[in-house]
Structures are given as C-alpha cells and as structure tokens.
C-alpha cells in the first residue's frame, strides 16, 4: 500500500494541482490531507472541492476549524484570511448544493485518526497530546522532556502537519532506560534544497521506518501550499507498506513539487485591485521565500 501524506494546503490551488500531478505519476494507491485545507490563500473553494474529489481521508486543521467558527489566537494577517474565507464559503457556487456540500464535510472532519484502525499509525494536525493546535517544531527534538509525552500517546508512527516544516523526529529506545531523540530534515528525492535555519542536524530523502526494532517517530510531511523551511516548491511525502507482510518497516520518502507562486501572488493582488484588501499581500510573497 503506497500512501501519500499532504497537509497545509491553505487554500493555493496552482500548489495542490502541482502536486495531485506529481502524485499521478508515483503510482499511489491513497491520499491522506492531515488538515488546513483552507486559510490565507485565495482559492478556498476549489482547494476543498479537490480535497473531497482525491483524498480517503481528511483531518480538521485550526485554520478549516477557524474559517467555519471564530479566529482566536490568531496574528492579523491569519485573522483577516479567516474571515475573508468564510464570506467565500458562503457563496453559493455554483448552486447552494456544492455551498451545503462544503460546509458538510468541514463540518464533519475528525480531529484524530488511526489509519486503517491499525494502531500503529496515527493521524493528527497538529500533536498526538493536541491534534489541533500544538506545533511541535524541528529544535523541539534535542528537548526530550518536551518530546516524551507526545512519543507517550501513540504507539508507532504519528503523522502530523501544522509547522510546515518537512521531516521527522526518531525516538530510539536505550538499554539503560533514556529514549533519546533527533529530527531529520526531509528533502526532495534529489536532495536538492533551499536555505533553512537551525535545530536539523541532517537531512534525509528516504527513511525505513524501524518499528520492529521498537523506534517510534513523528512524521511531518511539509506544506503543499506555504513551505515554510526556506524551500518555495511545494513539500509532501510517500508511505509504503507492504502488503505481503503486515509486520514488514515501512517506507518514507520525501518529494518536492515545482509550481508558479506568482499565479497566487497575483490573485491575492488582483482581490485587493478589486477592493477587497483583506488578503494581505506578504501571503503572496512570502510563498517565494518558503517562509
């Protein structure tokens, strides 16, 4: 079984295409969103009617569950695109049946997930202690105090979005009773990459997944519509199981995906240049810095 992992579409169309091409040509058998499907970006509607069209199973991100109830905690920039994405959700397009739709299946995303009802795998947006809103961030793993909990509440393999940054955090077991912990950057099949800042000691394009050796690990796939690890292309990943043997390690491997950023950039502007300046234009521009 061949499982590929997006998260953080935030509503960039020109991205999410990008990428379900890509995935077209990887021979998968499955699309899992971990969440964030809408928020900041200018094309809301047609991000959630693909999500619904491709993906098995879909996780409620904060921005989704801030576009449908109230923007709290957020910076102003996240708040206006909230509320600009709720008056888009309004719109009965075409008819009010795809508006009803919509709303339906925002309203219906679960939080947490197990995959398959197979224990070992776990899915979330944002933490395993809380699905929704906690960031756990690369220089979080050289803090095992901080990482034990969340390595506490699932069994084998938590996959979780939210940070936008691509990689994964290993919990290896020791002998002497101290788990100790690292996070490795995910790159793209060729290795290529942008700037980034600190906290990964290494970085990796493919991963065997060791659970038979007792090793958990917290998989973060990357943005699809805003990287945020100083890499502009679009950042997803791939899980392989074996089907002949349940118990066989899994697979990771990481992919990067080119688009046109400045076609986003451009509807942002062209929504201000129409009088609605409620999109900030850095969503736009900040989409060329993978930050």
Not at 51 to 56: G, K, L, M, R
Not at 58 to 79: I, Q, S
Not at 220 to 226: A, C, H, T
Not at 250 to 278: A, K, S
Request: proline share 6%; glycine share 10%.
């Amino acid at each position: 079984m061949r499982t590929a992992f997006i998260s953080d579409i935030h509503a960039n169309v020109h991205a999410f295409k990008a990428v379900l091409e890509d995935v077209r040509q990887h021979d998968i058998d499955r699309m899992v969103c971990l969440g964030d499907v809408i928020g900041y970006g200018p094309d809301p509607i047609e991000c959630l009617d693909l999500v619904q069209e491709h993906c098995a199973l879909t996780l409620l991100g904060n921005h989704d569950f801030a576009c449908r109830t109230e923007p709290v905690n957020f910076n102003f920039m996240a708040r206006d695109a909230a509320l600009w994405t709720r008056d888009r959700l309004d719109l009965p397009y075409p008819d009010e049946s795809a508006r009803d739709r919509r709303i339906a299946f925002l309203d219906s995303l679960p939080v947490r997930r197990l995959l398959d009802e197979d224990r070992r795998f776990l899915c979330v947006h944002g933490s395993s202690r809380h699905p929704t809103n906690e960031y756990v961030f690369p220089d979080d793993g050289a803090n095992m105090e901080r990482m034990k909990p969340l390595f506490g509440r699932f069994e084998g393999i938590c996959f979780e979005g939210h940070t936008h940054w691509p990689g994964v955090f290993v919990c290896e077991p020791r002998d002497e009773g101290e788990d100790v912990c690292a996070f490795y950057r995910g790159l793209c099949e060729e290795g290529r990459q942008g700037s980034f800042g600190g906290g990964t000691p290494s970085g990796i394009d493919r991963l065997v997944l060791r659970l038979s050796e007792g090793n958990k690990y917290i998989v973060n796939p990357g943005s699809v519509g805003q990287p945020r690890d100083g890499d502009s292309w679009a950042s997803w990943a791939i899980l392989e199981t074996p089907d002949e043997d349940p118990g066989a390690d899994p697979v990771l491997t990481f992919h990067r995906t080119n688009y046109d950023w400045m076609l986003v950039r451009e509807r942002i502007e062209q929504y201000r240049r129409d009088g609605d300046g409620r999109l900030d234009p850095f969503l736009g521009e900040r989409l060329g810095m993978g930050r």
